[in-house]
């Protein structure tokens, strides 16, 4: 052991020999201290080991340390400098030391690898030592190694244990060129490279052939099949199907139970080979139909696998993991090829092996099942479908024997027996939906949950699509399942809470499927057994699971709730009743599930009902106080939200007084706000005590949510109180500002300082919801311009200015944003005060670097944007210094590396530009003062390699301002008309200017290249995709350009991709029923 003094010393004469041997034995002493936990020098150690790994020509010594070291370790760290100088530095090494590299790492893996009980010793060290070998060999094959394949080949037939080696060499070769290659290597040599392996995979197959043919030595036949799996996925189809490769793994090795898993890999790279020729159609059903035989002889499709996986070996269980995904996998990629009278048999048989594997309690071997089923369903509803919909040259009588419908139905009748299984399976397994807060933890005991799982939200949406179309394809069947199911909950012979839960997830997942009628029966029966299931049952637990599941489905099915008012009167009674349940988790739920009713069934809470006195809601807000005296501050907001939602229907057939019922709804906050109030005129204090500022917390809270629900009816309980929320943000503003002048900005992390902050940021965001709600008639545009702005701009303006940075508040951008945005023109004559109260100091936070204020800055330029397209006219009503800080924010907006800020600089500067266009009286005097910085500014920003993403706007800014010089629009001089030539023009100008300043920032561009390239820019016949490409091909170009991922400039093509197909997707969601949740549905009624 070294001291660490020595370890020091140590690394010194390690990293310099001065002229010395290699002192091998030191630096194992050096690793031993970096790898013993108890070496109190092993963080000096691991130093030392991390500076001689840096050392640049340590290398040199790794065939020393390989060859000498006595500590495994130090024969790795060897390794792994060699490794680093091949990836880094092979190019510049001279040849002969990259041959004696090559050379050397050759012999030493063969002479590992040829003596059996070495290599089994050393096998960590030869795995190592093979990566190092496939590292040379992605710099020198096959260019300057052509003979490595044939080679290999060659020496593999010499000694079983030096060819098993060789296989891993060949597996980890594949690996590297076609799975890890993509970030590591261009892709012109990646491309030659599987050429070359293409062009010699004769030799390799052949080999492989041999070993699997000729070879005893399970270890070397395993390695081989694991090779094989490798290659199947890219090698030319006549090696598969012009073999007897096939018939060798299904008949020889897939009986094997040592070699099942790695056959059945291979079988499944070649079973889900897709989009081939159709003459490959027999293969693969020969292939399909000759593994069930083999897989019957092992378990047949009535064998339930359920308790072999529990109770079975690791080996059992991958191999079932294996199966789902060869079943899968081909079934994806060749189901219509299967549908032949001779195959017809076998596809059932592995569609029943599929339902079986599917039911093992496994959650990753049920999602790759699922993927098969969402396909087949999905396939399947839609052969169906487009036959229901006959088209003009569909014959009435469908005569013959080919007719679509008669195909469609052959096939549905001819899958109706596996569907009737895997509805089953997927009721009994439904995931948990979004919706449900109550879950059973890992201890049995039922909780609210806290995170969500989003591998499980995923999960549901697939698992309810694929049960949706099961339902479309037989109604029956899926309600038949569901009720005998519930019938088995409620007489108790299958009752457990995971039963009851996936079934009535299931249910709750088919909402809008069935037709009213079909619906109104099932629902009936569904909603009395659930409601007599809860009184039934003893127990909080019991019954706190069984009104988490009242309570999910009556939320999903909203379309039979508006058609049966008892029911709906009667569900919503029970929410009340729940929200005084205190189990963990149930009021949140009851809260949840009554927004989404009221917001679906509005209408029927305000007008009167059948057999009722008055509308529900009247009697509603009588009955509130005791409603809600069990729930949480957080619970009655949504409360609120909800009965806010029922006002917010002013609809022709609503007759209540909606006012006087707004007023009812809010007398307990109101009071409360009441005694606040009275107590302040008191003593002010009282309204800077924490328990006071949180009660003012909570009842801003009610109001936002309500105002958000109910709309510009909200205006009048705004007036009641609106004098006394300034007062209060006053108030507190003052006494925060006080706090900080007394004890530096440091107060304002105070918990006292927070808590009033919170209480004013309360009032912007309701201030700003106002806003945001307003319309007539009871909030004009105009009332509001007039009645809302004079008031707040001191209180709230005034102090966001005189603040010091860390007590502004973002929100207070969000609410003039909000202004500006919803009251337009109106406020005209206001923009330069709200300028003058928001932009320099907020300017001054947010341009002090890129990081600071995050929420600040985003806020900000939303007010700038807003601005520019609201209250353009204003922009120049401001003194010309502010003027071009707006110009020069927008700028340095542009410039940001955080996209959506400089997304929005880019859009700002769009939207200015025009709006200048159109006003002639500004437009020239802009021109003459911003045009030649601005094209420079966009000009930086494209070429600084750092925002490609912006790409799309770059152009569209540089054509729109190129083309306005070209076209003459820009009347005044863009040059210093006291040096410029007799008759120089803006174009001629603007042409020679950037051609310079091209040249000057890229000096590997010619003369020639730019001069073609700016006369590009100015071609008025370029429309906007011919300029981008003219950009395009321009910046990769460049050098800084060319060794990037350009990806970035391509973006908007990308992206238009992915909208076209997100946009086909959601129009299948809208033509299938059901697919689309009961809250995506827009209600054409309300």
């Not at 705004?718 to 006053?730: G, H, S």
């Not at 002048?741 to 808590?755: C, F, H, K, N």
């Amino acid at each position: 052991m070294v001291s660490s003094m020595g370890i020091e010393a140590a690394a010194q004469k390690l990293i310099n020999p001065n002229g010395e041997e290699f002192d091998v034995s030191l630096l194992d002493d050096v690793v031993t201290a970096a790898y013993s936990p108890s070496d109190p020098n092993r963080a000096m150690a691991n130093k030392a080991l991390m500076a001689l790994q840096e050392a640049p020509d340590v290398w040199t010594k790794a065939d020393a340390i390989l060859e000498r070291s006595q500590n495994p370790q130090s024969r790795f760290f060897g390794l792994q400098v060699l490794d680093d100088a091949i990836r880094t530095r092979w190019k510049v090494l001279p040849a002969e030391q990259r041959e004696g590299i090559k050379n050397y790492v050759v012999g030493k893996v063969i002479q590992v690898s040829s003596d059996e009980g070495l290599a089994t010793t050393e096998k960590v060290f030869l795995s190592k030592l093979n990566l190092t070998l496939v590292q040379i060999l992605k710099q020198e094959w096959p260019h300057n190694w052509p003979s490595f394949i044939p080679d290999l080949v060659g020496s593999s037939k010499t000694s079983e244990v030096l060819c098993e080696n060789n296989m891993h060499i060949l597996k980890l070769l594949s690996e590297e060129i076609f799975d890890f290659s993509r970030d590591q290597m261009v892709t012109q040599k990646v491309k030659k490279m599987k050429e070359s392996l293409n062009s010699e995979f004769a030799a390799i197959y052949h080999l492989c052939e041999f070993i699997l043919e000729n070879s005893q030595r399970p270890s070397l036949l395993k390695v081989t099949l694991q090779t094989l799996q490798r290659f199947l996925t890219w090698i030319p189809l006549g090696f598969i199907f012009q073999t007897s490769l096939v018939d060798t793994l299904l008949n020889k090795f897939f009986p094997e139970p040592m070699f099942r898993t790695d056959t059945l890999d291979c079988l499944t790279e070649i079973g889900s080979l897709a989009d081939l020729e159709p003459e490959y159609d027999p293969v693969f059903r020969k292939l399909f139909s000759g593994f069930l035989a083999r897989l019957g002889n092992i378990f047949s499709p009535e064998t339930d696998l359920a308790q072999p996986f529990e109770n079975g070996t690791e080996d059992d269980c991958i191999f079932i993991q294996r199966l789902a995904l060869f079943l899968t996998g081909f079934l994806k990629a060749h189901l219509k090829s299967l549908e032949t009278p001779d195959t017809q048999q076998s596809l059932i048989a592995g569609l029943f092996y599929l339902v079986r594997v599917s039911e093992v309690d496994d959650v990753e071997i049920f999602r790759i099942c699922l993927e098969a089923w969402h396909m087949l369903a999905q396939d399947l509803y839609q052969t169906e479908n487009e036959f229901k919909r006959p088209g003009p040259m569909t014959s009435v009588l469908n005569l013959g024997n080919n007719g679509g419908s008669t195909s469609a139905a052959s096939r549905k009748y001819m899958y109706g027996p596996v569907l009737t299984r895997v509805r089953q399976v997927m009721i009994a397994k439904m995931a948990k939906p979004e919706e449900v807060l109550i879950v059973e933890d890992e201890n049995g005991d039922i909780v609210r949950e806290t995170t969500k799982d989003t591998d499980v939200i995923a999960q549901y949406k697939t698992m309810r699509e694929t049960l949706v179309y099961l339902t479309h394809l037989n109604c029956d069947d899926t309600e038949s399942i569901m009720l005998s199911k519930l019938t088995a909950q409620v007489n108790g012979t299958e009752w457990s809470w995971n039963n009851l839960n996936t079934l009535c997830w299931a249910i709750g997942s088919i909402s809008g499927v069935m037709t009213e009628d079909e619906e109104k029966r099932f629902l009936v029966t569904v909603i009395k057994d659930l409601l007599g299931l809860c009184e039934q049952k003893r127990g909080k637990d019991n019954k706190a699971v069984i009104a988490s599941n009242i309570m999910y489905v009556a939320g999903q099915y909203p379309r039979f709730l508006k058609a049966h008012w008892k029911f709906l009167k009667t569900v919503v009674n029970k929410l009340f009743e729940f929200m005084h349940e205190v189990h963990p988790g149930v009021q949140d739920m009851a809260c949840d599930t009554f927004l989404k009713i009221a917001t679906k069934c509005r209408r029927k809470f305000v007008t009167l009902q059948t057999d009722e006195r008055v509308p529900f809601i009247a009697e509603l807000v009588d009955t509130m106080p005791s409603i809600v005296s069990d729930l949480e501050p957080h619970q009655v907001q949504a409360f609120y939200e909800a009965v806010g939602c029922m006002l917010s229907d002013k609809g022709p057939a609503v007759t209540v007084d909606r006012a006087e019922l707004l007023e009812k709804l809010m007398e307990m906050p109101n009071k409360r706000w009441k005694v606040i109030m009275e107590q302040a005129n008191t003593n002010v204090e009282s309204l800077v005590a924490p328990v006071t500022i949180k009660e003012i917390i909570k009842i801003l809270k009610t109001n936002n949510k309500t105002c958000g629900a109910i709309g510009s009816i909200y205006a009048n309980q705004l007036q009641t109180f609106f004098m006394d929320v300034l007062n209060v943000y006053k108030v507190y503003s003052e006494r925060i500002s006080a706090t900080v002048a007394q004890q530096g900005p440091g107060a304002t992390q105070l918990s006292l300082v927070r808590t009033m902050r919170s209480a004013k940021k309360e009032i912007l965001r309701l201030l700003a919801m106002f806003i945001e709600k307003s319309g007539p008639p009871e909030a004009d545009p105009q009332a509001v311009a007039q009645g809302f702005i004079p008031p707040v701009l001191d209180p709230i303006l005034g102090d966001y200015q005189r603040n010091i940075a860390n007590s502004r508040d973002p929100e207070v951008l969000t609410l003039f944003t909000t202004v500006v945005e919803k009251l337009k023109g109106h406020i005209l004559s206001d923009v330069p005060r709200i300028m003058e109260g928001l932009f320099e100091c907020t300017l001054q936070m947010i341009t002090v670097n890129f990081e600071d204020y995050p929420e600040h800055r985003i806020r900000f330029f939303e007010f700038i944007r807003a601005v520019n397209l609201h209250c353009f006219q204003a922009l120049f009503n401001i003194p010309p210094e502010h003027q071009k800080l707006v110009v020069d924010s927008v700028v340095w907006a542009m410039k940001h590396t955080e996209r959506n800020i400089s997304d929005t600089g880019l859009n700002i500067l769009n939207e200015l530009l025009q709006n200048v266009g159109k006003t002639p009286n500004i437009a020239q005097g802009f021109y003459q003062q911003y045009l030649l910085a601005l094209i420079q500014d966009v000009f930086a920003v494209m070429t600084d390699r750092l925002h490609k993403s912006g790409f799309k706007m770059h152009a569209t800014l540089l054509q729109y301002m190129f083309h306005l010089v070209q076209m003459n629009q820009v009347t005044v001089p863009l040059f210093d008309t006291q040096t410029a030539p007799v008759g120089q023009s803006n174009p001629v100008f603007l042409r020679d200017h950037i051609s310079n300043l091209l040249i000057q920032s890229f000096p590997n561009l010619t003369r020639s290249q730019v001069s073609k390239f700016v006369q590009g820019m100015f071609d008025l016949k370029m429309d906007l995709p011919s300029f981008k490409t003219h950009l395009r091909d321009f910046l990769i170009e460049l050098k800084e350009f060319s060794v990037e991922d350009n990806s970035g400039l391509f973006g908007e093509e990308d992206e238009m991709q992915k909208r076209q197909q997100a946009e086909a997707q959601e129009a299948h969601r809208f033509a299938v029923p059901g697919l689309l949740k009961p809250s995506e549905i827009v209600d054409e009624d309300l």
